[in-house]
Protein backbone atom coordinates (compact mmCIF):
# COMPACT_ATOMS: atom_id res chain seq x y z
CA UNK A 1 0.00 0.00 0.00
CA UNK A 2 1.39 3.06 -1.15
CA UNK A 3 1.62 5.88 1.75
CA UNK A 4 -0.53 9.02 0.39
CA UNK A 5 0.55 11.12 3.52
CA UNK A 6 2.82 13.48 3.37
CA UNK A 7 6.75 12.93 4.47
CA UNK A 8 9.54 14.92 5.96
CA UNK A 9 12.44 14.45 6.69
CA UNK A 10 13.94 16.50 10.21
CA UNK A 11 16.94 16.99 12.18
CA UNK A 12 15.89 15.13 15.66
CA UNK A 13 14.08 17.02 18.69
CA UNK A 14 13.12 15.93 21.82
CA UNK A 15 9.49 16.57 20.55
CA UNK A 16 9.88 12.67 18.78
CA UNK A 17 11.35 11.41 21.62
CA UNK A 18 8.35 9.46 23.02
CA UNK A 19 7.59 8.23 19.45
CA UNK A 20 11.18 7.21 18.94
CA UNK A 21 11.50 5.28 22.18
CA UNK A 22 8.02 3.30 21.64
CA UNK A 23 9.77 2.14 17.90
CA UNK A 24 9.65 -1.67 17.42
CA UNK A 25 11.85 -4.08 15.01
CA UNK A 26 11.51 -7.87 15.40
CA UNK A 27 15.02 -9.18 15.95
CA UNK A 28 15.40 -10.56 12.30
CA UNK A 29 15.91 -6.78 11.44
CA UNK A 30 17.49 -5.37 14.87
CA UNK A 31 20.41 -7.83 13.93
CA UNK A 32 21.68 -5.48 11.31
CA UNK A 33 20.60 -1.94 12.82
CA UNK A 34 19.80 0.04 15.75
CA UNK A 35 16.74 1.49 17.53
CA UNK A 36 16.34 5.28 17.40
CA UNK A 37 16.11 5.46 20.93
CA UNK A 38 19.81 4.18 21.15
CA UNK A 39 20.73 7.12 18.55
CA UNK A 40 19.45 10.08 19.59
CA UNK A 41 22.26 11.60 21.01
CA UNK A 42 23.24 14.85 18.80
CA UNK A 43 26.46 16.44 18.68
CA UNK A 44 28.66 18.25 16.22
CA UNK A 45 29.85 15.45 13.91
CA UNK A 46 26.22 12.77 14.47
CA UNK A 47 23.20 14.09 13.48
CA UNK A 48 20.26 12.20 14.46
CA UNK A 49 17.30 12.38 11.28
CA UNK A 50 13.39 11.85 11.79
CA UNK A 51 11.13 10.47 9.01
CA UNK A 52 8.25 12.02 10.19
CA UNK A 53 4.62 11.77 8.51
CA UNK A 54 1.99 14.19 9.97
CA UNK A 55 4.66 15.26 12.32
CA UNK A 56 4.43 11.54 13.70
CA UNK A 57 8.51 9.81 13.68
CA UNK A 58 7.68 6.69 10.99
CA UNK A 59 11.47 6.31 10.54
CA UNK A 60 15.00 6.97 11.61
CA UNK A 61 18.75 7.21 10.78
CA UNK A 62 22.06 8.92 11.26
CA UNK A 63 24.25 11.32 9.34
CA UNK A 64 27.99 11.51 10.19
CA UNK A 65 30.40 13.88 9.67
CA UNK A 66 33.74 12.54 11.76
CA UNK A 67 36.77 10.87 10.84
CA UNK A 68 34.25 7.20 10.79
CA UNK A 69 33.05 8.42 7.35
CA UNK A 70 36.92 7.69 5.79
CA UNK A 71 36.61 4.01 6.77
CA UNK A 72 34.30 4.05 3.72
CA UNK A 73 35.19 6.61 1.29
CA UNK A 74 38.25 8.89 0.40
CA UNK A 75 35.90 11.64 0.06
CA UNK A 76 36.54 14.19 2.61
CA UNK A 77 33.05 15.84 1.68
CA UNK A 78 30.94 13.05 2.16
CA UNK A 79 28.82 11.91 5.15
CA UNK A 80 28.11 8.36 6.57
CA UNK A 81 24.50 7.08 7.24
CA UNK A 82 23.35 4.61 9.92
CA UNK A 83 20.86 3.06 12.17
CA UNK A 84 18.44 3.37 8.94
CA UNK A 85 14.77 1.82 10.33
CA UNK A 86 11.11 2.31 9.81
CA UNK A 87 8.91 1.45 12.86
CA UNK A 88 7.99 -2.19 12.67
CA UNK A 89 3.96 -0.95 11.87
CA UNK A 90 4.76 1.25 9.67
CA UNK A 91 6.64 -0.80 7.03
CA UNK A 92 5.55 -1.33 3.43
CA UNK A 93 3.82 2.12 3.38
CA UNK A 94 6.79 3.84 1.60
CA UNK A 95 8.49 5.58 3.91
CA UNK A 96 11.83 4.16 3.68
CA UNK A 97 11.66 5.24 -0.02
CA UNK A 98 10.19 8.58 0.67
CA UNK A 99 12.82 9.93 3.41
CA UNK A 100 15.63 8.53 1.26
CA UNK A 101 14.08 10.22 -1.75
CA UNK A 102 14.62 13.66 0.62
CA UNK A 103 17.89 12.92 1.65
CA UNK A 104 19.56 15.39 -1.82
CA UNK A 105 17.42 18.17 -0.12
CA UNK A 106 18.57 17.42 3.10
CA UNK A 107 21.79 17.33 2.89
CA UNK A 108 21.35 20.69 0.37
CA UNK A 109 19.75 22.82 3.38
CA UNK A 110 21.50 21.15 6.69
CA UNK A 111 25.18 20.21 5.48
CA UNK A 112 25.75 22.40 1.86
CA UNK A 113 29.26 21.38 2.10
CA UNK A 114 28.36 17.39 1.56
CA UNK A 115 28.33 15.74 -1.69
CA UNK A 116 28.04 11.98 -1.13
CA UNK A 117 26.13 9.28 1.58
CA UNK A 118 28.18 6.17 2.20
CA UNK A 119 26.32 3.81 4.22
CA UNK A 120 27.51 -0.13 4.73
CA UNK A 121 24.99 -2.94 4.51
CA UNK A 122 25.08 -6.04 5.58
CA UNK A 123 25.91 -8.80 3.07
CA UNK A 124 22.92 -10.71 3.95
CA UNK A 125 20.35 -7.99 4.36
CA UNK A 126 18.93 -8.18 1.10
CA UNK A 127 15.63 -6.13 1.77
CA UNK A 128 17.64 -2.90 2.60
CA UNK A 129 20.33 -3.64 0.04
CA UNK A 130 16.91 -3.41 -2.70
CA UNK A 131 16.10 -0.25 -1.35
CA UNK A 132 19.05 1.51 -1.25
CA UNK A 133 19.91 0.75 -5.16
CA UNK A 134 16.09 1.45 -6.26
CA UNK A 135 16.85 4.97 -3.88
CA UNK A 136 20.16 5.53 -6.13
CA UNK A 137 22.83 4.00 -3.85
CA UNK A 138 25.09 1.74 -6.01
CA UNK A 139 27.55 -0.71 -4.45
CA UNK A 140 31.57 0.56 -4.68
CA UNK A 141 33.06 -2.71 -4.38
CA UNK A 142 34.17 -2.05 -1.28
CA UNK A 143 34.09 -4.44 1.90
CA UNK A 144 34.24 -4.01 5.46
CA UNK A 145 33.75 -6.40 8.10
CA UNK A 146 31.14 -5.63 10.95
CA UNK A 147 29.83 -7.27 13.86
CA UNK A 148 27.87 -10.14 12.58
CA UNK A 149 29.64 -10.41 8.65
CA UNK A 150 30.65 -8.57 5.73
CA UNK A 151 29.07 -5.28 4.87
CA UNK A 152 29.18 -4.15 1.55
CA UNK A 153 29.94 -0.29 1.10
CA UNK A 154 27.17 2.13 -0.77
CA UNK A 155 27.16 5.42 -2.21
CA UNK A 156 25.46 8.25 -3.65
CA UNK A 157 26.18 11.56 -4.62
CA UNK A 158 23.90 14.42 -3.66
Do not use: W
Amino acid sequence: MANKMKTELKLYSSKYFAGLRDFYLPEEQLQFTALPSDMLEATNEKHPIVIACEEQPVGFFVLHSSSRVQEYTDNSDGMLLTAFSINYPEQGKGYASDGLKQLRLLTLNQFPSCNEIVLAVNKRNIPAQKLYIKSGFQDTGRRKMGSIGEQLIMSKNV
